[in-house]
C-alpha cells in the first residue's frame, strides 16, 4: 500500500512568513495526526481528526496554527504568522479506526515529514 | 493518559540482544503498548505492540509483565541498521474518550558501542 504522503519535504521562510503543509494519508484511513518534532525530542501531537471532525487540538496554537481536513482525506496545516521556535519537522501520520475491537490502539503510520526552518 | 518512563540512551555492540525497559505504572486496564522506531530524517515506525505475556515479530520480542507497569522491548541481534530513537506509548485507542490519543516521550536513542 501506499504510505502517507506529505509535502514540501524542506521548507525555509522567515519570521512572520505563512506556510502550509500537506498530507495525504494511507487510503481508508480515517484518522488522521498532525505532530510537531523539535530536534533531539519526541513528536508533539498538534492535532488529531477523525474523519473530517477535531478530535483533540489542545496542543494546537490557534493564534498561529489551524488545520483543516475538509472531505476527511487530505489534510492542511497552516502557520500564519511564523516564529522562529516553530522551526521543526512536521509529521502526519494517519491510523485505522478498530471498528468493532473492544479496546486497543490501531498502529499510526506516518510519513517523513516537512522539515521547517524559520530564519 | 499513562506516563511512560524509558532511558534517554542506551549503547550495544553488534551481534548482542538489547532490550530496553519502559515503565508506565499507571497503565489502565484497556491500554496496549506499542513501541515505535525512528530513524534520522523520518518518521517514526511501528515495531510491535502488545497487552499482555509476550508478543514476537520479524522485528523484535515485546515482554510483558503480569502486573503491565512495565514492558522490555528486545531486538535479538543488534546491528548498525538498528541505531534509531525507540519510542513505548501507552494508550487504550480512544475507547473511553472517543478518539485515539498518542503521546510520544523522549524515547530511547539506541546506538552502536564503538
Known amino acids: 500500500e501506499a504510505g502517507v504522503a506529505q509535502s514540501p519535504r524542506y521548507k525555509i521562510i522567515e519570521k512572520r512568513q505563512s506556510v502550509a503543509f500537506w498530507c495525504n494519508p494511507i487510503?481508508?484511513?480515517?484518522?488522521l495526526y498532525w505532530y510537531q518534532q523539535i530536534l533531539g525530542q519526541g513528536p508533539k501531537l498538534l492535532i488529531q481528526?477523525?474523519?473530517?471532525?477535531?478530535?483533540?487540538d489542545s496542543q494546537l496554537p490557534k493564534d498561529r496554527f489551524s488545520a483543516e481536513r475538509l472531505k476527511g482525506v487530505d489534510s492542511t496545516l497552516k502557520i500564519q504568522p511564523a516564529k522562529l521556535e516553530d522551526s521543526a519537522v512536521y509529521l502526519c501520520?494517519?491510523?485505522?479506526?478498530?471498528?468493532?475491537?473492544?479496546?486497543?490502539?490501531?498502529?499510526?503510520?506516518f510519513g517523513n515529514g516537512t522539515r521547517l526552518t524559520v530564519t | 493518559l499513562a506516563k511512560t518512563t524509558q532511558p534517554i540512551s542506551m549503547d550495544s555492540y553488534e551481534g548482542q540482544e538489547v532490550n530496553i525497559t519502559c515503565s508506565h505504572n499507571?497503565?489502565?486496564?484497556?491500554?496496549?503498548i506499542t513501541w515505535y522506531q525512528q530513524f534520522p530524517s523520518q518518521g517514526p515506525r511501528f515495531i510491535i505492540q502488545?497487552?499482555?505475556t509476550k508478543v514476537t515479530n520479524e522485528v523484535a520480542s515485546l515482554f510483558i509483565p503480569a502486573d503491565r507497569k512495565s514492558s522490555t522491548l528486545s531486538l535479538p541481534r543488534f546491528s548498525l541498521s538498528d541505531t534509531a530513537v525507540y519510542y513505548c506509548?501507552?494508550?487504550?485507542?480512544?475507547?473511553?474518550?472517543?478518539?485515539?490519543?498518542?503521546?510520544f516521550g523522549a524515547g530511547t536513542r539506541l546506538f552502536v558501542k564503538a
Open positions: 501520520a494517519s491510523s485505522l479506526v478498530s471498528r468493532g475491537r473492544p479496546v486497543g490502539h490501531s498502529p499510526l503510520h
Open positions: 487510503s481508508g484511513h480515517a484518522t
Open positions: 481528526f477523525q474523519n473530517n471532525g477535531v478530535v483533540d
Open positions: 499507571n497503565i489502565a486496564t484497556n491500554d496496549y
Open positions: 502488545g497487552y499482555k
Open positions: 506509548l501507552v494508550g487504550d485507542g480512544g475507547v473511553r474518550t472517543g478518539g485515539f490519543k498518542t503521546i
